[in-house]
């Protein structure tokens, strides 16, 4: 069995050409969908991610604003430019790219924003509203991967999926979304005592804890849907996830590549969530 591929690049620009749509049909009402992206300092990655994130509004004609400031920026600071963007109403989600400079609270920073343009999904009224099972902005990111399951007409009810890593970005919002379809949810981390037991039970495995080659064939069920959201290089500087995709392919029934699977839909889903929020100030 080879696994088939799920395109992350494809679907990513089948899902824009939707959005597109619906922000012209906005535009044609006199509201222009904004975004605002604050990068503090020069981390290299995170500039890339910036740029590619302000790329994707250009291409939906959604308005954007980049706001790059020194890491020598104040915590102070920055909570006053957030404020700001808060109370603007060409605004529509805000962002603020992560990891921030080690002398501010990212926690606190991310509760600065507005439920309401909370767009990346990480404030705790966002993370409460997907925990109960209420309207708000899903962690695009694992959104994404809910996306990309929908697009192979994948149905989750009853499904055992293994999620590999609990962080508040991907893990837990992850398991959450799939636990609202119906499957049933194994978190595994790195105190998990056994993973190979846990992933061998898996219909669906969700790699993101960021180890290159962690899942490997031989601990995946025969035609599983596995998604990869890590994102490394290996020993010649080439972009490759969590798992050995090479090994895996082999043995899986659906796969994510890296690059090209999950890493685009998690900008196109910052574009639908703006989006949503534009359309919610109406």
């Known amino acids: 069995m080879t696994a088939q591929l799920i395109d992350g690049n ?9 959005i597109a749509r619906r922000v012209q049909t906005l535009k044609e009402r006199g509201l222009t969908p904004g975004l605002a992206v604050i990068l503090v300092g020069d981390d290299p990655a995170s500039a890339v991610y910036v740029r590619n994130k302000v790329k994707a509004c250009g291409e939906t004609g959604m308005h ?10 104040t915590e102070a600071e920055l909570l006053a430019r957030i404020q700001a963007l808060n109370s603007d109403p060409s605004i529509h989600g805000i962002l603020v790219q992560l990891p921030l400079p080690g002398h501010m609270n990212a926690q606190k ?3 600065a924003i507005s439920p309401d343009k909370d767009v990346d999904g990480f404030h705790v009224a966002s993370a ?5 099972g209420l309207p708000g902005f899903w962690p695009c990111t694992p959104h994404g991967c809910m996306k990309m399951l929908e697009s192979i007409g994948y149905e989750l009810r009853g499904k055992h999926a293994v999620v590999i890593g609990r962080s508040n970005i991907v893990g837990k919002p992850m398991a959450m979304m799939l636990l609202h379809k119906s499957a049933t949810v194994t978190i595994c981390h790195s ?19 960021g180890k290159r080659g962690l899942v490997t064939a031989d601990m995946v069920k025969p035609g599983a849907v596995v998604l990869d959201v890590g994102m490394n290089r290996d020993e010649h500087g080439k972009l490759c996830g969590d798992v050995d995709f090479a090994g895996v392919r082999e043995v899986a029934g659906w796969i994510t590549p890296v690059p090209g699977g999950v890493g685009p839909m998690t900008i196109t889903m910052l574009m639908a969530n703006t989006l949503d929020a534009a359309e919610q100030s109406l």
């Open 10 to 18: 494809a679907l990513s620009r089948e899902t824009r050409a939707d």
């Open 64 to 73: 954007s604003v980049l706001e790059t400031w020194p890491a020598s920026m």
């Open 109 to 111: 920073v991310i509760e």
């Open 128 to 132: 409460g509203a997907l925990m109960t």
């Open 191 to 209: 105190a998990t005592a056994d993973l190979k037991a846990m992933t061998l039970q898996a219909d669906v495995i969700v790699a993101a804890v």
